[in-house]
């Protein structure tokens, strides 16, 4: 029950660092709401294929979700990076192309490689 109890109390903290509702989470791993409350507080885990999909979308390791390691969860300044990595997998491919232009931009103009 140990491995059920670490998987459902990381899954919630990542949740909420992230600042989702359990409604959203489910939405973005395309699971009802109440899957999500089964694992969080039930102490269920997840098959193989989307305990793959939970680690991969928090990019976190599986082993971390499992409770088998405390290593595992991105540091505080490489969450901007996995905010901008999530929503990139939630956009289409021009939306894709666009963020990615802007992006581009963005970097040129803070960096002003031009200037150098």
Known sequence: ???????????Q?????WGLSMEQLAQKLSVSKS?????E???????RDMLL???DFFGV????????????KLP????????????????NAEQHKKALKILAAAFD????DDGE
């Not at 899957?35 to 694992?39: A, E, F, P, S, T």
């Not at 507080?41 to 098959?47: D, E, I, L, S, T």
């Not at 103009?109 to 002003?112: A, K, V």
């Open 61 to 72: 390791s599986t082993d971390f979700l499992l409770g088998s390691t405390q290593e595992g």
């Open 13 to 17: 903290n990542l949740r909420t660092d």
């Open 53 to 55: 999909k939970v680690a």
């Open 35 to 39: 899957r999500v409350n089964m694992w």
């Open 109 to 112: 103009d803070i960096f002003d």
């Open 76 to 91: 505080v300044e490489d969450k901007e990076v996995q905010i901008i990595q999530r929503g990139l997998k939630d956009m």
């Open 41 to 47: 507080n039930a102490g269920v885990v997840p098959r």
């Open 1 to 11: 029950m140990g491995a059920e109890v670490n998987f459902g109390k990381r899954v």
